[in-house]
């Protein structure tokens, strides 16, 4: 089974907003916010209610950046996720909520640890997730493709290994 996910790049001010996972793949690493595509639902559709849901920031969709296709390997267990990656923009009269602060904080909404984040902490943080970060370079900064396949398996030790194929 094939699970579709939008998941959206908000920046503001050359920082970048990212969600601390709590379940599913990946938890207690930073990453990308987003979530599954629903049925009768276009992505541009679910990338602003992810965001809202999620973050409690309104944004309006920019454009599709790229698309990925990701390969999970946890206990002998493979997951496919198509993702979309997706430019999005504050919504005119959104405030930019604890912009100022270097802390985390929690939405109200989902109870979700969310933190602001500058360029150098994206290059010196090993808590990021790999995918993530390879979107983030690849289609914010060089713009250098439009589709990565990523596999990705976790180690024994609870470690993830991502390698772009």
């Known amino acids: 089974m094939i699970i579709n996910v939008a998941i959206g790049i908000l920046v503001h001010e050359n920082r970048f907003l990212l969600v601390k996972r709590k379940k599913g793949n990946f938890p207690n690493l930073w990453g990308l ?8 639902e276009h992505i541009n559709e679910a990338i602003i209610r992810e965001l809202k849901e999620e973050t409690e920031i309104s944004v309006n969709f920019n454009k599709l950046l790229g698309v990925s296709t990701e390969m999970v390997t946890d206990n002998n ?4 996720t ?5 430019l999005v923009d504050l919504e005119n009269n959104s405030s930019v ?8 904080w929690f939405s109200k909404n989902e109870k979700l640890e969310l933190k602001w984040f500058d360029l150098e902490e994206l290059n010196t943080r090993s808590d990021i997730v790999g995918s993530d970060l390879e979107f983030l370079k690849h289609f914010y900064f060089l713009k250098d493709m439009n589709y990565l396949r990523v596999d990705c398996r976790r180690k024994e ?5 991502w390698e772009i194929v």
């Open 33 to 40: 916010i987003g979530g599954k595509v629903e049925d009768g």
């Open 77 to 80: 267990i493979t997951s496919s």
């Open 82 to 86: 198509v993702l979309y990656c997706c």
């Open 97 to 104: 909520i604890n912009y100022s602060s270097n802390e985390s």
């Open 157 to 161: 030790t609870g470690d993830y290994i």
